[in-house]
C-alpha cells in the first residue's frame, strides 16, 4: 500500500518542534507534549491551576 503523505518532507521540522516543546514543558508538572506524526500538542489539563492563572500555558511555549 503506498500512503499519499504530502507533510511527510515536514516531519523533520515537526520533531524539532517537538523536542522544544518537551523542553520548554519539562519543569512544568503536569504537562504533557505529545508527537502525532504531522503535529505536536501540549496538553496542561493536568497542570495546577495556579500555574495556569499565572501564566497561560502557550506563553511557556513560545517564549524562546
Known amino acids: 500500500m503506498n500512503l499519499f503523505q504530502p ?3 515536514f ?3 515537526i520533531d524539532e518542534v517537538f523536542r522544544t516543546l518537551v523542553e520548554k ?5 503536569g504537562a504533557k507534549v ?9 496538553h496542561y489539563r493536568n497542570v495546577d491551576e495556579k500555574v495556569t492563572k499565572t501564566k ?8 524562546l
Open 34 to 42: 505529545e508527537n502525532h506524526k504531522f503535529c505536536a500538542s501540549v
Open 7 to 9: 507533510a511527510r518532507e
Open 56 to 63: 497561560r500555558p502557550i506563553e511557556f511555549c513560545f517564549v
Open 25 to 29: 514543558m519539562k519543569d512544568i508538572k
Open 11 to 13: 516531519i523533520p521540522v
